[in-house]
């Protein structure tokens, strides 16, 4: 499965079939007509619970498609919702800073939470169960991950695997997930790298300590850091890849969903 050379890499180590899935490409209404999005889910059609999974900074690509359907085949209904369909097209980029210039930093906030309540919507239309909904996200959208955790009542868990906790990628981004720890309405498990150079061990102990002062999710919400692995090392197209610390965060993630009802 090619990959722009924005990646880095060319060809995905995991690849999970869609057999015994029911999944696809859908055009999903929102708050401004319809936008691209990808879903997986049991094929026996029952009332499946709802994950919701937030693409990193490079858009809905293969590697996102196929976590959806890693977790149908744990019996989620799994949607991920192409987010930045308004701003751009991330795979007509070769460098990351001109996507996150060009892109990235024009899609607010706002603009998301609003797909992503139109895609649980959606999923519940389709028969899914939408009381029991998580959210995960990476990279980009781990950060996301921390704010609809606040935003949506609903949620029961989130996962957020390598997320910017004190900053955005731009000046839309207006607060992070340090600011809404007091508005935690779901208890977040937080997956992150030791030697993530984008996002230094002092800005997850200033997370942590906002977490301990905050709601009750928030006191709830916990943190892994893995010593030796770095920024995406569950992206197993990329070289920052890391197999071992990868299948231990997708065990917690199992286990923080069945924890927490979802």
């Not at 880095?8 to 401004?32: H, I, K, N, Q, W």
């Not at 989130?158 to 809404?180: E, K, M």
């Not at 916990?222 to 231990?248: K, L, M, N």
Request: glycine letters at 10%; hydrophobic letters at 45%; charged letters at 20%.
């Amino acid at each position: 499965m090619a990959y722009s050379s924005i990646t880095g890499m060319a060809e995905t180590v995991v690849e999970t079939d869609g057999a015994s899935l029911r999944c696809g490409m859908v055009d999903m209404p929102t708050f401004d007509g319809t936008i691209p999005a990808y879903f997986a889910a049991p094929k026996d059609g029952g009332r499946h619970p709802v994950v919701l999974v937030i693409q990193e900074i490079f858009g809905l690509h293969e590697h996102i498609r196929d976590v959806c359907r890693r977790l149908a085949k744990e019996g989620y209904m799994a949607v991920a919702v192409e987010l930045y369909h308004r701003q751009g097209d991330p795979a007509a980029y070769i460098d990351a800073p001109t996507l996150i210039k060009e892109v990235v930093a024009k899609v607010p906030d706002e603009q998301v939470m609003a797909d992503l309540d139109a895609s649980v919507k959606w999923a519940a239309d389709q028969g899914a169960d939408a009381a029991r909904l998580g959210v995960t996200g990476f990279c980009w959208g781990g950060r996301l991950t921390w704010l609809y955790a606040a935003h949506n009542p609903a949620c029961k868990a989130a996962v957020a695997w390598y997320g910017r906790l004190v900053s955005g990628h731009g000046p839309l981004q207006v607060r992070n997930p340090i600011d809404v720890c007091g508005a935690l309405q779901a208890p977040v498990l937080g997956l992150y790298g030791a030697q993530d150079a984008s996002i230094p061990l002092d800005g997850v102990a200033r997370m942590e300590a906002a977490l301990a002062q905050g709601s009750a999710a928030a006191r709830a919400s916990q943190f892994v850091v893995y010593p030796d692995s770095g920024h995406a090392f569950f992206a197993d197209y990329r070289p920052s890849y890391v197999q071992a610390d990868a299948a231990d965060a997708w065990r917690r993630m199992l286990d923080w969903f069945k924890r927490h009802g979802v």
